[in-house]
């Protein structure tokens, strides 16, 4: 879906915008206005106006994006004439300043708007190109998949460990319990995994991290070599292996929780910092009517 986004109905936005943009540049070069160009003459508050309207739309298309039933056009469509007529703003605006800038609000919401529409690029690249790299990294399967394959390997691990008695029961129970994977955003991003695991050595127990499966991978290989029968040590074995799987496992879903969390992040810049750009817009409009 999002790869259409860009070429929506052979691009019409895109050309939509680029008449805006060409009006716009034609405007400007034509508008005589007897000083030097600024927001304050009759074609500065014209295309500041449009720029105003263009904003308040966009904004409500945020709105309006969520109510799919609606019958105004596909999601897919605004979202297309979104970006496209998102990015003339920058010419709009700038041109409706004159590209005069000062230490005021006014500036300041031309700044929070090429913050917004920055943040919103990053939300097309990422809509392109991570769900390709998500899917990659599943090999095609869905995440609930993973989610199964881990639980049936926890399963396995479980009925070994009882064969193998109490001591390994309660090891793999406690990694069971205690795998945990990307619980705050920010675990997600940075790909950090806060497994533990309970091991008992001679009397004593520790709960020490189990990062990557490595303690727990270590704790079965020492048992391995001190098992005595060879039955124990084909069962060990088939534990060990099973948590190599374990390990693969919660790589991938690691990985898919962290593309996850970056195709989502940029959002976290765009929908504050719309409130932020309406506020010092408002501030903008309101100001000049005061003081104009
Ligand atoms: C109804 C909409 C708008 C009206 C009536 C309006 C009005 C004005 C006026 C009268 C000025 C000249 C002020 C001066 O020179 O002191 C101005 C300048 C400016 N406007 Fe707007 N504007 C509108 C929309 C916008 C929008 C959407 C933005 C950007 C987000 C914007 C950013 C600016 C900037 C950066 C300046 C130049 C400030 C400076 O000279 O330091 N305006 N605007
Ligand atoms: C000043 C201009 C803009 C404003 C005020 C604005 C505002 C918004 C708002 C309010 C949403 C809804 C977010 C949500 O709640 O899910 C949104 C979504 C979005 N915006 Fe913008 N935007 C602007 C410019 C842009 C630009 C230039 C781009 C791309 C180049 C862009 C890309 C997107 C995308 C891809 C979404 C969809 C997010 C989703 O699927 O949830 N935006 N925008």
Do not use: C
Request: proline share 2%.
């Amino acid at each position: 879906m999002h790869e259409s986004i860009l070429a929506y109905r052979h691009r019409r936005y895109l050309w939509l915008a680029l008449a805006v943009v060409a009006a716009s540049i034609a405007g400007y070069w034509w508008h005589d206005p007897q000083e030097p160009p600024n927001g304050g003459t009759v074609f500065g508050y014209t295309l500041g106006t449009i720029g105003a309207f263009l904003i308040g739309w966009l904004t409500w298309f945020g709105i309006r994006k969520r109510r799919y039933s609606s019958t105004l056009g596909t999601v897919q469509g605004w979202l297309s004439a979104h970006v496209y007529l998102g990015l003339t703003l920058i010419v709009v605006v700038l041109l409706h300043s004159g590209f005069q800038f000062g230490w005021n609000v006014h500036t300041l919401a031309f700044v929070i708007m090429v913050l917004v529409i920055a943040s919103g690029l990053f939300g097309v690249y990422a809509y392109m190109k991570y769900p390709e790299r998500m899917s990659l990294n599943r090999g095609g399967a869905p995440r609930s998949e993973l989610v199964d394959q881990l639980e049936e390997i926890d399963r396995r691990s479980l009925r070994v460990a009882e064969q193998l008695g109490p001591e390994f029961h309660e090891f793999v129970a406690s990694g069971v319990q205690r795998t945990q994977l990307g619980a705050t955003l920010w675990d997600r991003i940075r790909g950090r995994d806060r497994s533990q695991v309970l091991l008992r050595s001679g009397g004593a127990t520790s709960v020490v991290s189990n990062k990557g499966q490595e303690a727990a991978l270590d704790w079965v290989a020492e048992q391995q070599s001190r098992a005595g029968d060879a039955e124990t040590q084909a069962a060990i074995g088939e534990l060990s292996a099973l948590i190599r799987n374990k390990r693969r496992l919660l790589k991938q879903l690691g990985e898919d929780l962290k593309l996850q969390a970056i195709v989502e992040i940029w959002l976290y810049a765009h929908v504050p910092l719309t409130a932020a750009l309406l506020a010092a817009l408002t501030v903008h409009i309101v100001t000049v009517f005061l003081y104009w």
